[in-house]
């Protein structure tokens, strides 16, 4: 059946490539149109009978336009194309009257935003999923503080999450025989560890004991919508530098026994909320494991991009106290450099800073009760377990900046997986190996007191955004 | 770009190829479990970590029961996966007293039945798709007189739209290098003319003169939704059957002048409503016009398979006349075979029989004021016009019961495709040459009368359902 | 490595099919040239320097020639393109002066027809090699009895065995997804056991426990050169006729034990003596142990072409005897149906017939001291192992008319391999099982006298020549 | 038929992709053997029957032996398997008897060296072909003085002119699409204009103005054989430096009327004397011209690798003359840099180097008699003309030291190619434009004798190779 997959579809793939060079983009030269205009006509019948050649042109008008008048237009898409009022007043009177399977059939059709049917159309041409996917980026920038859009991304989410279903996306590996325009967006997209020259991409590639695949859409088959790097080891990485060391002496895949994600990125910021960074890591894993059926370890070397500004705020407030850590001014060092007199990386530093890691981890909470660390939280979701904290894991100026040179490992272990995703969904348990829990253990027996005051510290710009939607989660 | 789309999907095709075999089908075996507590468990979060596995287990169970299993599962969908209520209530509640974006897309959401949910979750295994299809040709065949499918088909019919959306099929030619599998299903589906065996197939894809076209979608790479099969011609053709004649000197591509769509079939029964035919045509026109640059004019010839069964309820009509047709008792003799005593092909029976047809197609009306024939419909409402009306095009057991042989001419004209279709659709107006409309005049100026009564004959079964939902458009 | 292959030449593949459209057949219209002047003209400079469309012009003209010209075209090749004579006296007298490596090195240059470089010339256009492959079959055609073409055809099979070197050769796989053009091909080519129809054609190709591979070169994609039939079973098959039912319970792929070889055909007449047989067989065992590790026994089922023929001169010879049958007559109702009064399928004639069987495959030879029958040859020299005669194992016509229905199974122990090939080759050793050799004992010790006489027969047609190149070899 | 040979096309080279994974090479970890005795078993029945394995294992071998291991082997390559000498005197003998062509044909067979056999054996496993490439630069690297290795090197030129034969060669565009590790090969095989980093890469080949085109084998799908840069532009171009300037505007591809080829590489050293370029630019211009047909003129822009080697063995001789130089010591200010008293760019400079340029072009001579610029014997070989000759085309530091920063332009005019062609090759005729001519004119007319002395200066290292066998070829 694969064969076949693969044959079917090579043939269509050819005359989708000849489609796009002569056919769908009749001229782009089309100056840009009324989109208010081709909005309505697309909704009535000529949009279905001249739809494509019709949504071609908004498209075109759309990517011409001004930053301006992209505004205006999203505007009047949010205010103007929601449902049908009249019907959805009748649905409701019918519904409220009878509540049938018919009448709620109605009623749910009714309630759709008319939008979505302009979206559907839009999608048509070649090329039209990427420009919707770009058109929600405008959007989600905008977005902050402006209501009027949240119906707009919520009506895009919504088609993108039937568009980007699972079953529609495809695992491709990505590997030094890639070509190199995908291998340029690899490059740019990165968000964890920057990659600085094609041969540092190469290293990442290449080397026996590496690995790197993407999820890829048929309709933006250009496009990486979120990538992972692993490395084969033998056993669990507890720092950073040697992973991405140009000068190393690869291992055979075969002789791993362990598989790092040590880097995730998502690519495309209009795909937002649209998660599959859960799905690549099992596909992964099960690619992983047929290759080679040595490898009997999964998981992360991640970091910790919330630590220091949770800290931050931990240490300015009154009475600040961690539970495990006897002196806070030991911590106080993580934030300024030792050349300008901050704490070295001493024995108290690193119990002082494991304990109020673990505390971190498993204790602190958002308001809403969720853990702090936002690529913590993907992981527990996705059902891995807090393995180790690896201290002066990252101490690059980005690792020190973010997490005090914090790394983490997260285990993905296939047999707990599903108990631990329920328990941590369920009732917010935090799967964690007995080593952290240790960490933990003795940091709550201790009493801790900061000994000197530290100014306030305003929170790191953005950290509750990234907390929500993490670009990058390992 | 198109190489690269190409280059990109091949990968990832092969990798997904490579899925399919060891990955995704976790084991065949599975005995059918509880389909309700699978649906239930595929909708919590236990869902979102181990969908796929989940998904696959009750696409399994599904696909093993018996029709009866599978009939009260329909039901308890249908039934049970509705909206929440009390959040629908909410919602309504909530836009009633503030008609605001941000209530209509609460209630949008709320108005959604939790089955497209599942039906959502149900496609990311590879296969789902396609099982989706046929689950809802269960539905299809469960639904006349059971309003309860009503409202789960039309979920299932809003999904396909969107995964359906013309972006993500693929046109693909068919011909005698195409995979052995595929050309066993267009001889199975082809719905017009029936192929008898694989020479019938082979004089219809291999001869110069001859082209066939089909729509695939990436998750059914197996499985043509739609195709339609052309013959290139120097002139407009009037019977079928030279153009299916298995002997014949085919004429160089490049010398044709005229394309005729002889035949289009819809393929999956269980895509009905999503509508592909409009689309085919014109990508295939296009596809047609950028090959072969000398073709000027594009025509179907195509059947007429509402005539004698509306002749017959004329006929059977008190006081029964059809304007233009002096004497009916002439067109009775169309009903038995002239050795049975029925008229012979006399050119009185030709014209009463074409100032019929003429009435049939721009006059008689169903009930909701469409044409009557249900191929008419479907090529009027694309924008074509009615071009001629061939006395005996097709003489065949079927062509007679059917139409008393008749058979039309179809012509995209493509600059009058969107003017056609506008005053079809807004005023009812039907296109046709001029050779049509007189004779129409000549028939609405004559004075007609039958003779003697014919007694009423019912109307053909599925007629009603061929007429909106045509398997068969050419 | 494997990828990057794939990848790479699917570039290549589009862009070489680019090529074929508009690029390399510059004007098929053009007339038959003199070919003799193109063909010198292709041998001089400037061949080099338009060698393409010059070599494409003479192959068009060969094409378009008729019988007697090409026949004529043909002996000018032979006649007037060998070695250039002088170049060559010269070189010889060099030689003999001083037999240096450079002596020889010039000596083997001069020696070459220059009808080699030409050929090699030819091969240029895309097509050309095809094309040198059919001319070939014509050289073949007229070369009984023509001993001016064998020059011209060594100088063919000497370049063939270079362009269709095993490392240029690709193994594909044949399915119910393979192209039907191709398939088709493989209906007309199969040469053992007829494929009467499309659905006896699947049959043989889609029940989970049959395979079908052949060789494909690059340059000729569309032909097969050579392909096997495979059957999955759990034993060793005695008879032909259950594994072409076309009623039949397949077994799963992975349940099977043994992978029967049960036809094998050459399909280019043009490649005579450019063996590939052996290493399809060779190659596919590889293949198939790779996908299904539960196989360990590879053998075939093979018919006995050559039996009933030597059957015919052995009884024909005054004092005819055959160790181990003792009433030759028993043998003769082979010879007619046993409704003509030949023998039934008596338990005597079983006896006799593999007592003959034994003989015949472990005793008799031909004058040059090899195994008689043609495919016994094949396998034979393979390294396979005579395992088993089937009395009756093929009572088709055809079965009973070269075999008496014999047909035997010929094991291919990997282990065996080299050291059966070794001595069959050296030593002329046939390896056979103990049942066959106990067969043939019991045959020698006992004496065996025809009783009634049988007029002389002669030998069959072209038995000579199928034994040195037989067409099919299971 | 382009389609259809893609389709089968891709099977193939899956299976053939799968078909390294696991099956052909069976373990790399063999310990060196002993490879005379490898090569004596290969030429037995063994080799027939274990031909592949092998094979495979005389490459591994020799892939794993050492230099001095390597060259021992080679010697007695060319030592011991030369031919049957005892039937290669038995042929001569039979032949000078009777000079038909069947002892023609049993003396070339004769005079064949096993060694050719042994080759192609050695090509049965998959990677053959690129492993005798490489064995062959082993050859050469060892050649120099080294007569015995002569033949040997004949005998691999001899077989890749066969397997390498223009009908096997696949072109293909080379782009930014391109997978990464051919693209890296293009930088490392780059031989004309240095690529210097990824982004230079990018400029050559990703703006609208810019093609690449490169030749590869079936058998070496990751390694291109030669390659093309071509620029799109409006005039003909007559210096290097905007050619190659990262910052350019580019123009639309559709806009260009001339196609630029400014750089050509042969990437195999181990491929020597099998020539491609010839056929490359030939083939590069036909799909050109498929695809832009505004495309008129087609033009090299060229380096003049011979020019300054030549002027300083002129400017040795005593009584040093060039024509239309009437001061010699203007010109020697050419080899020492300006700030070093070098002459600057002067009028006097260009009227002298550009008449003495139309003397090393048009009239100066090899001893053999063909024009001294290595890349002037290329094109004009291949029927080009010396279009122009520009004066500071090339002001590089290589520009200035190879050819006093001159290059030229070479036009491939398709008309009259053939004509030129003939002219050159069969009487020297040089094709020239009036206005290169005119500077010669010029010259020849004008009395010119050097006025002072200057040093004999030694000819460059590697300008005869260069001459013979040049690696870059624009």
Same mark, same amino acid.
């Given at each position: 059946?694969?064969?076949?997959?693969?044959?079917?579809?090579?043939?269509?793939?050819?005359?989708?490539?000849?489609?796009?060079?002569?056919?769908?983009?009749?001229?782009?030269?089309?100056?840009?149109?009324?989109?208010?205009?081709?909005?309505?006509?697309?909704?009535?019948?000529?949009?279905?009978?001249?739809?494509?050649?019709?949504?071609?042109?908004?498209?075109?008008?759309?990517?011409?336009?001004?930053?301006?008048?992209?505004?205006?237009?999203?505007?009047?898409?949010?205010?103007?194309?929601?449902?049908?009022?009249?019907?959805?007043?009748?649905?409701?009177?019918?519904?409220?009257?009878?509540?049938?399977?018919? @009448?709620?059939?109605?009623?749910?059709?009714?309630?759709?935003?008319?939008?979505?049917?302009?979206?559907?159309?839009?999608?048509?041409?070649?090329?039209?999923?990427?420009?919707?996917?770009?058109?929600?980026?405008?959007?989600?920038?905008?977005?902050?503080?402006?209501?009027?859009?949240?119906?707009?991304?919520?009506?895009?989410?919504?088609?993108?999450?039937?568009?980007?279903?699972?079953?529609?996306?495809?695992?491709?590996?990505?590997?030094?025989?890639?070509?190199?325009?995908?291998?340029?967006?690899?490059?740019?997209?990165?968000?964890?560890? @920057?990659?600085?020259?094609?041969?540092?991409?190469?290293?990442?590639?290449?080397?026996?004991?590496?690995?790197?695949?993407?999820?890829?859409?048929?309709?933006?088959?250009?496009?990486?919508?979120?990538?992972?790097?692993?490395?084969?080891?033998?056993?669990?990485?507890? @720092?950073?530098?040697?992973?991405?060391?140009?000068?190393?002496?690869?291992?055979?895949?075969?002789?791993?026994?362990?598989?790092?994600?040590?880097?995730?990125?998502?690519?495309?910021?209009?795909?937002?909320?649209?998660?599959?960074?859960?799905?690549?890591?099992?596909?992964?894993?099960?690619?992983?494991?047929?290759?080679?059926?040595?490898?009997?370890?999964?998981?992360?070397?991640?970091?910790?991009?919330?630590?220091?500004?949770?800290?931050?705020?931990?240490?300015?407030?009154?009475?600040?106290?961690?539970?495990?850590?006897?002196?806070?001014?030991?911590?106080?060092?993580?934030?300024?450099?030792?050349?300008?007199?901050?704490?070295?990386?001493?024995?108290?530093?690193?119990?002082?800073?494991?304990?109020?890691?673990?505390?971190?981890?498993?204790?602190?909470?958002?308001?809403?009760?969720?853990?702090?660390?936002?690529?913590?939280?993907?992981?527990?979701?996705?059902?891995?377990?807090?393995?180790?904290?690896?201290?002066?894991?990252?101490?690059?100026?980005?690792?020190?900046?973010?997490?005090?040179?914090?790394?983490?490992?997260?285990?993905?272990?296939?047999?707990?997986?599903?108990?631990?995703?329920?328990?941590?969904?369920?009732?917010?348990?935090?799967?964690?190996?007995?080593?952290?829990?240790?960490?933990?253990?003795?940091?709550?027996?201790?009493?801790?007191?900061?000994?000197?005051?530290?100014?306030?510290?305003?929170?790191?710009?953005?950290?509750?955004?990234?907390?929500?939607?993490?670009?990058?989660?390992?």
């Amino acid at each position: 059946m694969s064969r076949n997959f693969l044959q079917e579809f090579l043939e269509a793939v050819a005359e989708r490539g000849r489609g796009l060079i002569g056919l769908e983009r009749p001229s782009s030269q089309e100056r840009p149109a009324d989109l208010l205009a081709l909005s309505n006509a697309l909704l009535t019948g000529r949009g279905e009978v001249s739809g494509v050649a019709l949504a071609q042109q908004w498209l075109d008008a759309y990517a011409a336009a001004d930053d301006e008048h992209r505004r205006r237009h999203l505007a009047a898409l949010a205010d103007g194309f929601g449902p049908d009022q009249s019907r959805l007043d009748a649905a409701i009177e019918a519904y409220l009257q009878d509540k049938s399977p018919r @009448t709620m059939a109605e009623l749910n059709a009714a309630a759709e935003p008319r939008r979505q049917e302009l979206f559907r159309r839009l999608n048509r041409p070649a090329g039209g999923t990427a420009a919707l996917v770009r058109l929600r980026e405008d959007v989600l920038a905008d977005l902050p503080g402006n209501a009027k859009l949240e119906a707009l991304d919520a009506d895009l989410a919504h088609l993108f999450s039937s568009w980007f279903n699972r079953g529609f996306l495809m695992l491709k590996r990505i590997d030094w025989t890639t070509p190199a325009n995908i291998l340029a967006k690899i490059i740019q997209y990165e968000a964890v560890h @920057t990659i600085h020259s094609w041969e540092d991409l190469r290293s990442r590639l290449e080397p026996s004991d590496r690995r790197c695949f993407a999820f890829f859409h048929p309709q933006m088959a250009d496009e990486p919508l979120v990538f992972v790097e692993v490395a084969l080891t033998q056993d669990i990485p507890a @720092t950073i530098a040697p992973l991405l060391a140009l000068e190393r002496k690869p291992i055979r895949a075969e002789d791993a026994t362990t598989a790092v994600f040590y880097s995730i990125s998502n690519c495309q910021t209009g795909l937002r909320r649209v998660s599959f960074g859960n799905l690549l890591i099992k596909q992964v894993v099960e690619e992983l494991r047929r290759d080679l059926p040595k490898l009997k370890t999964f998981v992360t070397l991640s970091p910790v991009p919330g630590f220091m500004g949770w800290l931050k705020r931990e240490l300015a407030k009154k009475d600040a106290h961690i539970p495990g850590v006897a002196d806070l001014s030991v911590l106080e060092g993580l934030f300024q450099p030792a050349e300008q007199g901050g704490t070295g990386p001493t024995e108290a530093v690193r119990e002082a800073q494991l304990a109020a890691a673990a505390h971190y981890f498993l204790v602190a909470k958002t308001p809403s009760g969720a853990p702090i660390d936002p690529v913590a939280r993907f992981h527990l979701g996705n059902g891995a377990r807090l393995e180790r904290i690896n201290w002066r894991g990252d101490v690059s100026a980005n690792g020190l900046r973010q997490a005090g040179g914090l790394m983490v490992n997260y285990l993905y272990d296939l047999d707990a997986i599903e108990a631990n995703h329920e328990a941590f969904a369920n009732q917010g348990v935090i799967a964690a190996s007995p080593a952290v829990r240790k960490l933990l253990k003795t940091a709550e027996t201790q009493p801790a007191r900061r000994k000197p005051a530290v100014p306030a510290l305003p929170p790191p710009a953005r950290s509750a955004d990234a907390a929500q939607r993490p670009r990058s989660t390992s």
